[in-house]
């Protein structure tokens, strides 16, 4: 299916598939490292597991969106240049989040519309990450606003749609040194005065409220 999507005959000509909504719930795993130029995949709305994606070598970009991924497992070696992951509107955990950080190169990550309530205790590992999106989620708490500011390179972050009531200062102390935009749009924000820890990250150029 790989094949007629690309219009190609030869795996290694593949480079970008849009498979959304095909019904695939199964992959030929074997089959993967044949396609050593796929960069950019769309499997949104089907029944597939991320593992079993992992050993597509030359993959930047991914996305999963309405998969129904519950759980993460991240194999040795696996994704090498994944850069660019998209699991937006599954039901993921803040355990599953957190196996993520096994990603090397991920840089960019959407987990918006997930139902989370927590994220992991410690982004420390996402030694990449520079994007998260976890809008649409139940977000707010100082615990998640802790585990954001331990990504040390988070350069973009959209809360927009959680139940953010502030910015703790204990989050901007130390943490959240690179970010440059953030958004808390639709959150239960009523007091600048809950905004002032903003005024310690040295680097915010966008701030939408």
């Given at each position: 299916m790989l094949l007629e999507t690309c219009r190609v005959e030869d795996p290694e000509e593949a480079q970008k598939a849009v498979l959304?909504?095909?019904g695939i719930s199964a992959v030929v795993t074997d089959d993967?490292?044949?396609?050593?130029?796929?960069?950019?995949?769309?499997?949104?709305?089907?029944?597939?597991?991320?593992?079993?994606?992992?050993?597509?070598?030359?993959?930047q970009e991914l996305h999963l969106d309405c998969n129904g991924l519950t759980t993460i497992n991240v194999p040795p070696g696996g994704f090498p240049s994944l850069e660019v992951l998209n699991l937006s509107f599954n039901g993921l955990t803040a355990a599953a989040i957190l196996a993520l950080a096994d990603v090397p190169r991920l840089r960019d990550l959407d987990v918006s519309s997930n139902g989370l309530t927590a994220l992991p205790a410690s982004l420390?590992?996402?030694?990449?990450l520079q994007r998260i999106n976890c809008e649409h989620n139940q977000l707010g708490s100082e615990a998640s606003w802790l585990s954001l500011a331990s990504a040390p390179q988070l350069r973009s972050?959209?809360?927009?749609?959680n139940r953010v009531v502030r910015l703790p200062a204990r989050a901007s102390e130390g943490g959240l040194q690179q970010l440059e935009s953030l958004s808390l749009a639709h959150n239960h924000i009523q007091h600048e005065a809950e905004l002032l820890p903003v005024l310690q990250l040295p680097l915010l150029r966008e701030l939408v409220v």
């Amino acid at each position: 299916m790989l094949l007629e999507t690309c219009r190609v005959e030869d795996p290694e000509e593949a480079q970008k598939a849009v498979l959304e909504g095909c019904g695939i719930s199964a992959v030929v795993t074997d089959d993967l490292p044949f396609f050593a130029k796929l960069t950019h995949l769309d499997l949104g709305d089907n029944h597939v597991q991320l593992e079993s994606l992992a050993y597509l070598p030359a993959l930047q970009e991914l996305h999963l969106d309405c998969n129904g991924l519950t759980t993460i497992n991240v194999p040795p070696g696996g994704f090498p240049s994944l850069e660019v992951l998209n699991l937006s509107f599954n039901g993921l955990t803040a355990a599953a989040i957190l196996a993520l950080a096994d990603v090397p190169r991920l840089r960019d990550l959407d987990v918006s519309s997930n139902g989370l309530t927590a994220l992991p205790a410690s982004l420390a590992g996402f030694l990449a990450l520079q994007r998260i999106n976890c809008e649409h989620n139940q977000l707010g708490s100082e615990a998640s606003w802790l585990s954001l500011a331990s990504a040390p390179q988070l350069r973009s972050l959209s809360l927009a749609h959680n139940r953010v009531v502030r910015l703790p200062a204990r989050a901007s102390e130390g943490g959240l040194q690179q970010l440059e935009s953030l958004s808390l749009a639709h959150n239960h924000i009523q007091h600048e005065a809950e905004l002032l820890p903003v005024l310690q990250l040295p680097l915010l150029r966008e701030l939408v409220v």
